[in-house]
């Protein structure tokens, strides 16, 4: 079982959605949770972090975490074609940060 | 440009050379991490450094690889004897301090003819 788990997609949604990305992990020691998007070719980059139980929101990028479950997911609203992306769940416990294979998502116009 | 910095973004060598990579943190961060990232797969995390204090290391890291941050800087990767499966993107990232956000560098894709 990998430690961080995704479903690597792709996920396709029509241009103003709501696109749903689910995460999982197993290190119930991991205390510090990430969003990251990655273009192709290009390196990752921090979208939202969460560290407690619960919803958190900037912009249109909506954040839960749900530690009992060992469950985190990100919802990105009105998406758009520029939010076509790889994103990618890691999960942190103070030593290292394991990241899941990412979910590629499609907006189409 | 205050971000993280690696260098060179590309490196092509022959199996069996040895390569050296540079990552120049943000300036005010004290971690440093190195991964690998294949096509694919997510950021495979290889080691990290608190300043200059190397505290962890993955099985990933075979005895070719080895890894410096002398004065809590800079640091290098280092890979020795390369083999075509050391052939990946080598992303540096850093942070405040742990479980803080990490950020990436631009990488460094290495390929081995």
């Known amino acids: 079982q990998k430690e961080v788990e995704q479903n690597s997609g792709p996920l396709s949604v029509p241009e103003g959605a709501i696109a749903s990305l689910n995460c999982t992990y197993s290190?119930?020691?991991?205390?510090?949770f990430f969003w990251y998007r990655q273009y192709s070719g290009k390196s990752p980059e921090l979208i939202m972090s969460?560290?407690?139980?619960g919803d958190k929101e900037d912009g249109r990028f909506t954040a839960q975490l749900n530690k009992a479950s060992q469950y985190v997911s990100l919802l990105i609203r009105d998406s758009q074609p520029s939010d076509s992306a790889t994103y990618l769940c890691?999960?942190?416990?103070?030593?290292?940060?394991?990241f899941g294979a990412g979910t590629r998502l499609t907006v189409k116009p | 440009d205050t971000g993280v910095s690696q260098d060179p973004r590309h490196k092509i060598t022959k199996r069996g050379q040895n390569v050296t990579f540079r990552c120049d943190p943000i300036?005010?961060?004290?971690?440093l991490y190195w991964y690998r990232q294949t096509l694919g797969q997510g950021p495979e995390f290889l080691t990290y450094?608190?300043?200059?204090?190397?505290?962890?290391k993955s099985r990933l890291l075979s005895d070719r690889f080895s890894a410096e941050r002398p004065k809590g800087s800079f640091s290098t990767l280092e890979i020795q004897r390369t083999e075509q499966g050391d052939s990946a993107m080598y992303l540096c990232?850093?942070?405040?301090?742990?479980?803080?956000?990490?950020?990436f560098g631009d990488g460094t894709r290495l390929s081995i003819l």
């Open positions: 890691a999960a942190d416990n103070n030593n290292d940060m394991r």
């Open positions: 290190d119930r020691v991991s205390q510090s």
């Open positions: 450094f608190q300043n200059e204090a190397q505290l962890e």
């Open positions: 990232a850093s942070s405040s301090d742990g479980l803080q956000p990490q950020h």
């Open positions: 969460i560290y407690s139980n």
């Open positions: 300036s005010e961060h004290n971690r």
